[in-house]
Nanobody, 111 residues
Framework: QAQLVESGGGLVQPGGSLRLSCAVSGFTLENSAIGWFRQAPGKEREGVAAIKISLRTTDYANTVKGRFTIYRDKNTVYLQMNNLKPEDTAVYYC??????WGQGTQVTVSS
């Protein structure tokens, strides 16, 4: 069964960096689109970044453009997050259409 497992979250000060990982198992990424989403307390889940593997194209929410980078290495999809802000605090999820959501990884940006 296909599975997504997120990791790499943590507590970081404003201006800091984190790299999130999404390990994909039981699924071939070659012709897929993968997105990173986040959900802050009391807010709806929102898309942050996406990558289309075969086209090698990426897309970002305006709120993270220039700070976050999505990329893939074999069966892991990463989200490099730089210059983090308190408003980036949320649970982060990766997602592929048709595969169950994972448990996410908590990112907290605070001094």
């Amino acid at each position: 069964q296909a599975q997504l497992v997120e990791s790499g979250g943590g507590l970081v000060q404003p201006g800091g960096s984190l790299r999130l990982s999404c390990a994909v198992s039981g699924f071939t990424l070659e012709n897929s689109a993968i997105g990173w989403f986040r959900q802050a307390p009391g807010k709806e889940r929102e898309g942050v970044a996406a990558i289309k593997i075969s086209l090698r194209t990426t897309d970002y929410a305006n709120t993270v453009k220039g700070r976050f980078t999505i990329y893939r290495d074999k069966n892991t999809v990463y989200l490099q997050m730089n210059n983090l802000k308190p408003e980036d605090t949320a649970v982060y999820y990766c997602h592929i259409l048709g595969i169950p959501w994972g448990q996410g990884t908590q990112v907290t940006v605070s001094s």
